[in-house]
């Protein structure tokens, strides 16, 4: 129904900062939770942030939270997120997904295809 395209990501130093987006076509996202995953090689894809349809709530996994800062402009059919203070973690893909939930999660059938992010030390 909707269709997502990450963008914003290369190589960073630690400690600097990034901005990604995630661009929506096909369908107004104005209506739908937005969340923010990463998956590092090897590991399984985790939660790191999440925006409420109107804007109005967020929510952060612990290990971003006070780094990381998400935010939509639902004109632009668009979520972003802030990333400061990377930590030299290697090298990250993040994905963007439509209609996150706090109970359910993700949705499996709406997810873009990532941007990676490469922190160097």
């Known amino acids: 129904q909707v269709q997502l395209v990450e963008s914003g990501g290369g190589l960073v130093q630690a400690g600097g900062s990034l901005r990604l987006s995630c661009a929506a076509s096909?369908?107004?996202?104005?209506?739908?939770?937005m969340a923010w995953f990463r998956q590092a090689p090897g590991k399984e894809r985790d939660f790191v942030a999440a925006i409420s349809w109107r804007g109005d709530s967020t929510y952060y996994a612990d290990s971003v939270k006070g780094r990381f800062t998400i935010s939509r402009d639902n004109a632009k059919n668009t979520v972003y997120l802030e990333m400061n203070s990377l930590s030299p973690e290697g090298a990250d893909v993040y994905y963007c997904?439509?209609?996150?939930?706090?109970?359910?999660?993700?949705?499996?059938?709406?997810w873009g295809q990532g941007t990676q992010v490469t922190v160097s030390s």
């Open positions: 096909g369908r107004s996202i104005s209506s739908y939770a």
């Open positions: 997904n439509a209609g996150w939930g706090m109970r359910l999660g993700p949705r499996n059938d709406c």
